[in-house]
């Protein structure tokens, strides 16, 4: 793990954390944070992304950490300790054609790593961080802290064949519920995002360069929008597009083991 920038966070300007925000929709967001004119942090493990960020972008502050390790992961929020956040996002996810490849050893951990493990970690961090500051500081309504995460629709269908990144990011939203409900009485507000197909490089990598054929799927900058609009409408489970909402809506009205038929046969066709 290193530090790019020392920083700076005593100032009165906002402070972002982006963790998984080296690309992606975690890096749109904090882009976006950076032309409304917030001091952004963004976490990655990847060494070339984060050479980017500081090329392009100097004033983000980067931080290495490969989040599927504990220890590294610690030593990243220590030093994080140090400073304040209004706003923390938690966009790092890991993400496979499970239904198409078998879910080899190697995914099952990172996925179960990133996506839930250090989730876990780093809210448990940022939450007792929050409530620290609330109590220090005490905190006015307009500049209430944030924590968000970023899980995903699919996480919000619940039937026994789901994947491991379904139930992982169905765990995300069960934890994002439990922390807004804990942390309400120190005025900090939490928001999940479960979001539809984002036209990410991750995604496309995924789909051999091109994901234009998944169903309903967005710009980033849709996306960024989105998540905007629900952090500034403090939505407990913001769940968009919308049309994807109706239709999950409505699949989880259905008998279970019908659900899960359509689902496996919907699936288990090659991306
Ligand atoms: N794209 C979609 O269609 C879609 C739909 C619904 C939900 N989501 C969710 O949205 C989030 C962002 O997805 P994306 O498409 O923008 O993918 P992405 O570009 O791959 O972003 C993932 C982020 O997680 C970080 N990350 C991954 N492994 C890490 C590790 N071991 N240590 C530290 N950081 C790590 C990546 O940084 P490094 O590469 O630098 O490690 C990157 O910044 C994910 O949680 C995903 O599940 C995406």
Redesign the pocket.
């Known amino acids: 793990m290193k530090t790019h920038v020392e920083d700076t966070a005593e100032n009165h300007t906002p402070h972002i954390i982006?963790?998984?925000?080296?690309?992606?929709?975690?890096?749109?967001l904090a882009l976006h944070h950076l032309q409304l004119g917030w001091q952004v942090s963004?976490?990655?493990?990847?060494?070339a992304?984060?050479a980017d960020i500081n090329n392009q972008h100097p004033t983000i502050v980067t931080y290495?950490?490969?989040?599927?390790?504990v220890i590294q992961?610690q030593s990243l929020l220590d030093k994080l300790s140090a400073t304040s956040f209004q706003r923390l996002v938690?966009?790092?996810?890991?993400?496979t054609n499970e239904r198409v490849h078998h879910l080899n050893q190697a995914d099952s951990d990172?996925m179960l790593?990133?996506?839930l493990q250090?989730f876990a970690q780093v809210f448990r961090w940022a939450s007792a961080q929050s409530k620290q500051q609330h109590q220090s500081l005490g905190v006015s309504k307009s500049d209430r802290p944030s924590l968000i995460?970023?899980?995903?629709?699919?996480g919000t269908m619940d039937y026994p064949y789901a994947s491991l990144?379904a139930k992982s990011?169905r765990a995300m939203i069960a934890a994002a519920s439990a922390y807004r409900a804990a942390l309400a009485p120190y005025n900090i507000q939490v928001n999940c995002?479960?979001?539809?197909?984002?036209?990410?490089?991750?995604?496309r990598d995924l789909n051999d360069g091109d994901?234009s054929h998944?169903p309903f799927?967005m710009s980033?900058p849709t996306?960024v929008d989105e998540v905007m609009q629900a952090i500034y409408n403090d939505v407990a489970l913001a769940i968009f597009p919308r049309s994807m909402r109706y239709i999950t809506r409505a699949l989880n009205h259905l008998p279970k083991p019908l659900l899960n038929w359509i689902l496996r046969s919907k699936l288990d066709k090659s991306s």
Do not use: H
């Open positions: 982006v963790v998984g925000g080296t690309s992606g929709l975690g890096l749109a963004v976490v990655g493990s990847n060494e992304k984060i290495a950490c490969d989040l599927t390790d992961t938690y966009s790092a996810g890991s993400y990172k790593a990133i996506n250090a995460c970023i899980a995903s629709i699919a990144y990011k995002i479960a979001s539809g197909y984002i036209d990410t490089q991750a995604l994901a998944k799927i980033t996306a």
